[in-house]
């Protein structure tokens, strides 16, 4: 009965935009992996990745995928991949390839970013103070209802300015109605091609109500934990 409704929209859609700001210049720009390359959700963060790279010219972009670096073709070098299809430089790109869930790439990110930082630099670790990773800000990118618990984890895992860009997609703008008089058929079957709700709504609400019950539970958990 609740798919009938539009309120698993709006109760996802706030899961994707209560942690969704870009409040300055980010140093790095953190992708975190779906389901591989190519996957849907792949495809739509190195989408805004490439967007925000472009935003962000100065700023490193760190792919968070687990996955086997010795294989050439596995996903997490086709992450990259795209992300260079899509105009970032291959020395801009950064690889988190162990974590294997939120919390654990939060705390390998800030170890990559760590090793990074004193590359950069060229000092000792007695002279990075002023580089100390809790100090560099994020904009993290991925799923509108993954968002959420992603700052709030990467928050506590002792980085002090985590912002976020839900990867929401877009729908067509024209009008997807039909009349099946016009297209033939029998004429015992109802015509349901004005309904757009029974073609399609319903189904992308059932969809949403998943992944909220998923995603409440992992909250719930990662709470529980002590991860946010």
């Not at 996957?39 to 967007?51: H, N, P, Q, V, W």
């Not at 002792?158 to 024209?174: R, T």
């Amino acid at each position: 009965m609740l798919a009938f409704t539009s309120a698993p929209f709006w109760i996802w859609y706030g899961l994707g935009t209560s942690k969704a700001e870009i409040s300055g210049n980010p140093d790095y720009i953190v992708v975190l992996g779906g389901s591989g390359i190519p996957s849907e959700s792949g495809l739509m963060r190195t989408y805004y990745a490439g967007i925000a790279s472009e935003n962000f010219p100065d700023a490193m972009v760190i792919v968070a995928l687990p996955g086997n670096t010795a294989d050439s073709l596995s996903s997490v070098w086709k992450m990259r991949d795209e992300l260079i299809f899509r105009g970032i430089a291959r020395e801009r790109i950064l690889v988190e390839d162990s974590g294997t869930n939120t919390r654990a790439q939060a705390l390998l990110i800030m170890k990559l970013i760590t090793k990074d930082e004193r590359r950069k630099t060229k000092d000792e670790i007695s002279n990075l103070t002023s580089l100390v990773p809790h100090s560099s800000s994020l904009l993290l990118i991925t799923s509108p209802e993954h968002l959420y618990r992603a700052v709030l984890t990467f928050e506590k895992a002792g980085f002090s300015q985590v912002d976020g860009i839900p990867a929401f997609g877009s729908d067509i703008e024209c009008d997807i109605s039909f009349s099946s008089k016009k297209l033939g058929g029998r004429r015992w079957m109802p015509d349901v091609g004005e309904s757009i709700t029974l073609r399609y709504q319903f189904w992308t609400q059932l969809q949403y109500e998943i992944l909220i019950i998923r995603e409440y539970l992992a909250i719930g958990y990662y709470w529980l934990m002590g991860w946010i």
